[in-house]
Structure formats: C-alpha cells, structure tokens
C-alpha cells in the first residue's frame, strides 16, 4: 500500500493550491482519508479528515472555511483543495489513511498508512 502526495509549491499569502493523494491498491476502500502538516520545528499537526462511507469531514479551527477535502474512490484519490493560504500554512503536507471508525481521527497515531509528504510555502 503507497500514497503518494503531490501539488505542493511556493505561492504567495491569498492564493489557493490543490493538493493530491493517489493511493495504490484498494487502501481507499474502507479507509477514512486525512491531511496532516508539519511546519519546521514543530509537531504534525490535523489539517482534514473525510470518512469512507458518507464521505463527511471535519477540519480544526486553523483551517476551517479555507481548506476542502474531497475523495474520488473510483479514482483512488484524496484532494487537499487550499485557498486563502496563509505564511502559517507553510509545511510539509502528509496525506494518510486509517480504517473506517465513528472516529474522527486526529492524531497521527490513528493512521495506519502515511505519504511522503509535498512541501508547501506561502510567501507575504
């Protein structure tokens, strides 16, 4: 099982970014999709999670309103769809699944599958 993150860039503080998530296999069937980051220096932090079966998401307070995750299961692929980014958005963005669960799942340790990450930096 492989994701692979991709999208990420340098972009000026307003603009917006798609991130992508392709996933190898069927680790999308039964898996709740999320987005995490890790700004340098800091700890990894929840960005997005959206469930397997009603596709619903749930974001934290920092991005709520501007983030937008988003799934294609025929696809195998989860989007991160970004806009009015922020300097405090810059960070490396992980994608990562985890078994299906009435669980949000906002920690890292709820996931079972992690890409490799794709750098975003916004710029002022």
């Known amino acids: 099982v492989q994701l692979q993150a991709s999208g990420g860039g340098l972009v000026q503080a307003g603009d917006s970014l798609r991130l992508s998530c392709a996933a190898s296999?069927?680790?999308?069937?039964?898996?709740?999709m999320g987005w995490f980051r890790q700004a340098s220096g800091k700890e990894r932090e929840f960005v997005a999670v959206i469930s397997w079966r009603e596709g619903a998401t749930y974001y934290p307070d920092s991005v709520k309103g501007r983030f937008t995750i988003s799934r294609d299961n025929a696809k195998n692929t989860v989007y991160l769809q970004m806009n009015s980014l922020k300097p405090e958005d810059t960070a490396v963005y992980y994608c990562a699944a985890k078994p299906s669960s009435s669980l949000w799942g906002t920690v890292s340790n709820d996931y079972e599958y992690w890409g490799q990450g794709t750098l975003v930096t916004v710029s002022s």
């Open positions: 296999g069927r680790v999308l069937s039964r898996h709740d």
